[in-house]
């Protein structure tokens, strides 16, 4: 079943896209449930309503580049700085709430992952020990652990996301590994990917150019023919199903 899912996805909704559009894991600009849209511009957060104007921007060069972005609290934008090791935590004003939490005081080696968690709190994944780990809102471990390969040190991890109560984990751009809010292994998905959007019950994913659309149960193979003139993941505004240029979202047109 999953062979001819795969073979139906060359079928599926296809354009030329530069390399430039694997940028991001997950994909950008990420809704927030309330109307709005975050993004990252080199070094800018940016906060664009559903023309792609720009809002808010929030910047601090002193972290470097941001590497991902958690809007599943709306009122508390998770921010993460790989680089750096720093998190921040913005307000729907894209204002900085406290001050940057440098995860090195963890003394946990290097994090690689971050995002919030339906527990409360957030995960890291943790490089050397392959492990993904929760912390309270206050930065204290809560106990709650879980190995994502065992015994593979330096286990590439390219994405960790929470979505509706399930925490996804990108294995290397060809497997998605998945765990419930408990840390109880579910079955893994052998999916090749590119780049990846989680929107309701449903999944994008990008590889070698052609864009397929996934459930979440099964993550059998959606048909869905669109044509997007953009080089990112298509991404649902106000019902339609659009994509983002990086000025603005353009409507994809089903074929």
Same mark, same amino acid.
């Given at each position: 079943m999953r062979k001819s899912a795969f073979f139906l996805a060359l079928l599926c909704v296809t354009a030329s *896209?530069?390399?430039?559009?694997? #940028?991001?894991? !997950?994909?950008?600009? @990420?809704?927030?449930?309330?109307?709005? *849209?975050?993004?990252?511009?080199?070094?800018?957060?940016?906060?664009?309503?559903?023309?792609g104007n720009v809002l808010q921007t929030y910047s601090n060069i002193s972290l470097g580049a941001p590497a991902t972005i958690d809007t599943s609290d709306p /009122?508390?934008?998770?921010? #993460?700085?790989?680089?750096s090791q720093q998190?921040?935590?913005?307000?729907?004003?894209?204002?900085? @709430?406290? $001050? !940057? #939490?440098? @995860?090195? &005081?963890?003394?946990?080696?290097?994090?690689t992952q971050v995002c919030r968690s339906a527990r409360g709190g957030f995960w890291i994944f943790?490089?050397?020990?392959?492990?993904?780990?929760?912390?309270?809102e206050k930065f204290?471990? $809560? +106990?709650?652990? *879980?190995?994502?390969?065992?015994?593979?040190?330096?286990? &590439?991890?390219d *994405?960790?996301?929470?979505?509706? +109560? $399930?925490?996804?984990?990108?294995?290397?751009?060809?497997?998605?590994?998945?765990?419930?809010?408990?840390?109880? &292994?579910? !079955?893994?998905? &052998?999916?090749?990917? +590119?780049s990846i959007r989680f929107e309701n019950d449903f999944v994008w994913i990008c590889h070698n150019k052609t864009i397929s659309k996934y459930d979440l149960k099964n /993550?059998?193979?959606? !048909?869905?023919?669109?044509?997007?003139?953009?080089e990112f993941l298509p991404i649902t505004v106000k019902q339609d199903v659009m994509c983002f240029d990086g000025e603005k979202f353009k409507l994809c047109?089903?074929?």
């Open positions: *896209f530069p390399v430039s559009y694997l #940028f991001s894991q !997950p994909a950008l600009p @990420i809704a927030d449930g309330l109307g709005a *849209f975050w993004n990252i511009s080199s070094s800018r957060i940016q906060k664009i309503d559903v023309q /009122f508390r934008i998770l921010v #993460f700085y790989k680089e998190i921040v935590t913005l307000n729907s004003d894209a204002a900085i @709430i406290g $001050t !940057p #939490f440098n @995860i090195s &005081e963890l003394f946990l080696g290097e994090i943790q490089r050397e020990s392959s492990e993904v780990i929760h912390f309270d204290k471990p $809560t +106990g709650a652990k *879980f190995s994502v390969i065992p015994n593979s040190p330096n286990a &590439e991890i *994405f960790m996301v929470e979505h509706k +109560g $399930t925490i996804y984990l990108g294995l290397s751009g060809k497997k998605i590994a998945r765990y419930d809010i408990y840390g109880a &292994e579910q !079955p893994s998905v &052998e999916l090749p990917y +590119g /993550f059998l193979l959606i !048909p869905e023919s669109l044509q997007c003139s953009c047109i089903k074929n």
